[in-house]
T-cell receptor, first 110, second 113 residues
């Protein structure tokens, strides 16, 4: 199967700092999504980004499909950004299945 | 419009019992997927249903089963519960194909004692 690797596994920042989270995948993918898991466990959609760049407020994402990686940028971090960030890919002919990385645990201190 | 809903939110069962979890997708979505999340294994795919048909299944034992109804609501059942089944169970819905954005519900946290 496909391998999805996220780095770093843990990230600790002070409020106001910027950060970059990385997702590498081992094969061509149909699509890629970034999620934020809140403290209650729900996965919140951030981006659907099989290729290119998207921005939403302080967050932006870039996927370079030909080089098999995606980046999530968080600018001016806030304590509410804390949580686990997952990237997930849709691969091959397995309809409706997402393959998840292990996530990046982000902690933002005031 | 309303998001994906899951019931119950929390559940405590004992070994050997069975459990049924429910998921109501976003209105108009026909695909429902289920995932298990544990600290050790991360997020693992259980199965996906589309128009009442199971299209894809992950590597879980036959104790894990599911179904989808004509209104797209889905249920998953776990029989003969084991301690290792303690997990957060998440369902996701999508409009149609696997290339659509998947939206997740709040999850059901199952504890097996």
């Amino acid at each position: 199967g496909i391998q999805v690797e996220q780095s770093p596994p843990d990230l600790i920042l002070q409020e106001g700092a910027n950060s970059t989270l990385r997702c590498n995948f081992s094969d061509s993918v149909n699509n890629l999504q970034w999620f934020h898991q809140n403290p209650w466990g729900q996965l919140i959609n951030l981006f659907y980004i099989p290729s290119g760049t998207k921005q939403n407020g302080r967050l932006s994402a870039t996927t370079v499909a030909t080089e098999r990686y995606s980046l999530l940028y968080i600018s001016s971090s806030q304590t509410t950004d804390s949580g686990v960030y997952f990237c997930a890919v849709d691969w091959g002919s397995t309809l409706g299945r997402l393959y998840f990385g292990r996530g990046t645990q982000l902690t933002v201190w005031p | 419009k309303a998001g994906v809903t899951q019931t119950p939110r929390y559940l405590i069962k004992t070994r050997g019992q069975q459990v049924t979890l429910s998921c109501s997708p976003i209105s108009g979505h026909r695909s429902v997927s289920w995932y298990q999340q544990t600290p050790g294994q991360g997020l693992q795919f259980l199965f996906e249903y589309f128009s009442e048909t199971q299209r894809n299944k992950g590597n879980f034992p036959g104790r894990f089963s599911g179904r989808q109804f004509s209104n797209s609501r889905s249920e998953m059942n776990v029989s003969t519960l084991e301690l290792g089944d303690s997990a957060l169970y998440l369902c996701a819905s999508a409009k149609d194909t696997s290339t659509d954005t998947q939206y997740f519900g709040p999850g059901t946290r199952l504890t097996v004692l």
